[in-house]
């Protein structure tokens, strides 16, 4: 992509969010896929991770002056259109790594004038036990929620060792209903190991578990 986009390349060497040229190619390939896969029900971005490379908090904090809100809005109404005019939903990913980033992308999401869903996390930042639940799930207003688990372990032995946490995840589920979300997600690999997955360890009795709460508790 960079052969055929250059200009994308700053001065430093390195990938620019803010050029104007990435609302052209997200949402071209936006309708790409939906040209490719019709049948999708949506898409799901993550804007706000550092994980992404040119996520604006984390790469572009280097004294450049620009409005993080005007950013996120143009990267989502990219994509959000062609999804819209397919009868589509985008559903954006809250995967950031500090307060500021995600105060700043749940803020833009309960502006937005597109219609849209949150993907959050259970806990505030990451996955581990004892954290408190993440606020955002019942303050983010009238955009729909889906709450994420990760059952793959990654804080408790990486699925290597038995790490069960179906009692936490009860009690977790019954807080994402009560706050009002409308789904779950669960995570069952990490792109950092290519190829492994819960399903492949202990770690797919909370998969089993997550799936038989889902069922139970996320009435419609």
């Known amino acids: 992509m960079l052969a055929l986009y250059p200009d994308l390349i700053d001065g430093d060497g390195g990938v620019n969010p803010l050029h104007p040229l990435w609302t052209d190619i ?106 408190p639940n993440n606020p955002a799930v019942a303050a983010i207003g009238d955009v729909p929620v889906i709450v994420e688990f990760e059952a793959v372990g990654e804080d408790t032995g990486w699925g290597l060792a038995p790490n069960s946490r179906a009692a936490e995840f009860v009690d977790r589920m019954h807080h994402v209903q009560d706050a009002g979300a409308v789904g779950v997600m669960i995570r069952i690999n ?24 889902a069922q139970r508790e996320m009435r419609p």
């Not at 290519?194 to 799936?211: R, T």
């Open 26 to 131: 997200l949402s071209r390939k936006a309708r790409a896929v939906l040209e490719a896969i019709p049948d999708l029900a949506g898409i799901i971005v993550s804007f706000s991770s550092p994980e992404s490379r040119v996520s604006p908090h984390d790469y572009l904090d280097k004294g450049q002056a620009y409005d993080f809100a005007s950013w996120l809005e143009a990267m989502i109404d990219a994509i959000a259109v062609p999804l819209a005019a397919a009868g589509k939903r985008l559903i954006v990913r809250d995967f950031a790594y500090g307060h500021r980033a995600q105060t700043d992308t749940l803020s833009v999401l309960r502006s937005s004038r597109r219609r849209l869903a949150a993907a959050l996390k259970i806990t505030p930042l990451d996955y581990f036990p004892g954290f």
């Open 190 to 213: 990490w792109e950092g190991i290519i190829g492994w997955s819960a399903l492949d360890s202990l770690s797919d009795l909370n998969v089993f578990a997550l799936a038989q709460l």
